[in-house]
Structures are given as structure tokens and as C-alpha cells.
């Protein structure tokens, strides 16, 4: 039996990682906003992953917990709600165009991107932080496309929401 879950679990972890990103790098329309009031907990086990740190190893690292995370729930969304929270440094990530930001010189290999997105099939979604777009001048339409990218009026108010309402918290670091 083991192994045939491990088969799964591996299977479904390999797409997620290595799942083609349609539209990773495109640039459209800004993501949808939420609301504190928007942000609910649907299912009995829900953590947030706070990213506020610029340094790609350790966002890969986040994303590889994430994916673990996921695994031993068999990758189902309805055992399981997994957010990453970002602000400062940590939506650099998710700029489809960085030109213009602290971090237009910076290499991201478009890859974790991907990896991420691959995550995103299982629930995974992003809120990133209205008031560091604002404070470092950033045009929110520099965001890449997705619909599990939100904008919350504060990352650090929506980490503390998000744990009011009982979701467990993890920074890797």
C-alpha cells in the first residue's frame, strides 16, 4: 500500500513542480483585491507561509515545504488551504516586470516561478501587499497574471487575520 501512495504522492508532487506554467510570465490586468472580511478558512487545516525576504534559495526552499506540505495530504484542496503572504522584498516573486523596482537587477530563474504556479493547482495562492507596491512606487500592474494572486491591503495585518482565523503560520528561514 505504501508504495502506491508514494507513487501518488510523487507522481502529483512532479507535475506540481514541474507543471507548465500557461501564462507564467505574461503580463496583464492586476490581480483581484481582497478584503480582510474576503478571507475565510474552508477547510480544517489552513497555514500561511510569510514571505517577506528577497533571497531566491530560500523562496525555493519555502516552495519545497509547501509542496511537502501538500504531499501528505495527498494534494487535496479540500483537506488542506495552504496561502503565502508576501510583502517587502517577497513580491518580487510574483512581478511579471521588475524594471523601475529595488530589484530590477536581480536573476530570478523564471523555473521557480513555474514551480510555484505548479502549486497553485492544488489551492496554493499568493496575497501580496498593497502598501509595499504604494511605498516603493510600484505599478501594481507590473504583477503577473493568475487567478491565485490577490491583493491585500497589508501583508503583515493579513498575517495576523489569516492566524485569528486559524490558520498556522511557518516562515522559512
Known sequence: M???????????????LSG???GASRVA?????LSMSDIKKDTDVACLYHCDFGDVQRFSQMLTNINNHLSVYEFD??????????H???????LADRSGTP???DQIDEDIYKRFVGLTKFGVEAYLCEITYKRQKIDMAKTRDGA????????VATVAELQGKGFAYLKVG
Open 2 to 16: 505504501t508504495s502506491s501512495k508514494t507513487s501518488r504522492r510523487g507522481f502529483i508532487g512532479a507535475l506540481a
Open 20 to 22: 507548465a506554467a500557461i
Open 148 to 155: 491565485f494572486l490577490k491583493f491585500v491591503p497589508s501583508g
Open 103 to 105: 530589484w530590477e537587477k
Open 77 to 86: 484542496p479540500m483537506r488542506v488551504k495552504l496561502v503565502i503572504v508576501a
Open 88 to 94: 517587502g522584498a517577497g513580491i518580487k516573486f510574483f
Open 29 to 33: 490586468a492586476a490581480p483581484a483585491k
